[in-house]
Nanobody, 123 residues
Framework: QVQLVESGGGLVQAGGSLRLSCAAS????????MAWFRQSPRNEREFVAV????????VYVDSVKGRFTISRDNAKNTVDLQMNSLKPEDTAVYYC????????????????WGQGTQVTVSS
């Protein structure tokens, strides 16, 4: 198991930026693909982005392409999500998740989750 703690959420106006960070502890961080998901009150948990074990490959949901960037630092055991040009529809609780395999968009493929951080984008 790897323990995950998110930070960096908050309230921002539409068009603004936020940077989320997820700190990992426990098992070897570089053995896990890392992803960000989000969930708003009326929606199921939605895949946002995933990054491979080395950071060489990334995948994004279409709605955030060109606006969000996922990155990781295996020396610091962190994965970040830089969010630019935020929109009200980006409002959600954002979760960091870890999987021993890369490429999955389905939440049930991830067995390690953080507690989430709230992102609210006002119009």
């Amino acid at each position: 198991q790897v323990q995950l703690v998110e930070s960096g959420g908050g309230l921002v106006q539409a068009g603004g930026s936020l940077r989320l960070s997820c700190a990992a502890s426990g098992r070897t961080f570089s053995n896990y693909a890392m992803a960000w998901f989000r969930q708003s009150p009326r929606n199921e948990r939605e895949f946002v982005a995933v990054i491979s074990l080395t950071g060489a490959r990334t995948v994004y949901v279409d709605s955030v392409k060109g606006r969000f960037t996922i990155s990781r630092d295996n020396a610091k055991n962190t994965v970040d999500l830089q969010m630019n040009s935020l929109k009200p529809e980006d409002t959600a609780v954002y979760y960091c998740a870890a999987s021993p395999s890369y490429g999955y968009r389905a939440a049930d493929k991830y067995n390690n989750w953080g507690q989430g951080t709230q992102v609210t984008v006002s119009s």
